[in-house]
């Protein structure tokens, strides 16, 4: 309260006077409702700031923990694009044949594959996988298991 009435002076709004009658007065209040009260509204005060404490503290752990799993996702994805770009085929992936699959966003694109990749997919060889990019690529059926593990969102198909 003093801080208070210290800057209200300083300001020059209240006078040395009002000050002090208003000391006096809180303390006539404080008197006439008695040390129960006065207990019972300071426990009160800690209780309010207990609580309003917690609920500061339950924001920021969601925070933290947002911010975590958001971290956790970009690590993931970039762990997926290693084993996709590391476990790619460079098979000749322009033929005669349409293989139509579902990409992660549901649509139904198609990739047009030479006869060696479309063998190999059928056999379960090779998989179809999507990057976080949004890239599609034939990987080997070593890298579309260890997709798999990680997270298997991004493989878009594998006969296995």
């Known amino acids: 309260m003093s801080d ?14 009002q000050a002090t ?5 809180a ?9 129960k009260a006065t207990r019972r509204q300071q426990e009160q005060r800690r209780r309010r700031l207990q609580e309003e ?7 920021d752990r969601e925070r933290s923990v947002a911010s975590r799993s958001g971290e ?26 349409r293989w139509y699959f579902v990409n992660r966003s549901g649509r139904v694109p198609y990739l047009e594959l030479g006869d ?3 063998a190999r997919l059928e056999s379960g060889a090779a998989a179809i996988t999507e990057s976080p990019t949004g890239a599609v690529r ?8 260890r997709v798999c593990e990680l997270d298997d969102r991004w493989l878009v198909q594998w006969r296995r």
Request: glycine share 6%; aromatic share 0%; charged share 35%.
């Open 4 to 17: 208070l009435r210290d800057q209200l002076l300083k300001a020059g709004l209240v006078t040395a006077k």
């Open 27 to 35: 303390r006539r209040q404080r008197k006439k409702q008695g040390a």
């Open 116 to 118: 060696e990749a479309a």
């Open 53 to 59: 404490r917690a609920q500061s503290a339950a924001a």
């Open 72 to 97: 956790e996702d970009k690590q993931l994805a970039l762990r997926v694009s290693q084993i996709i770009e590391s476990n790619g085929l460079d098979l000749k992936i322009q033929g005669r044949r």
């Open 21 to 25: 009658d208003a000391d006096k007065q």
């Open 138 to 145: 034939l990987v080997t059926a070593a890298g579309a298991r």
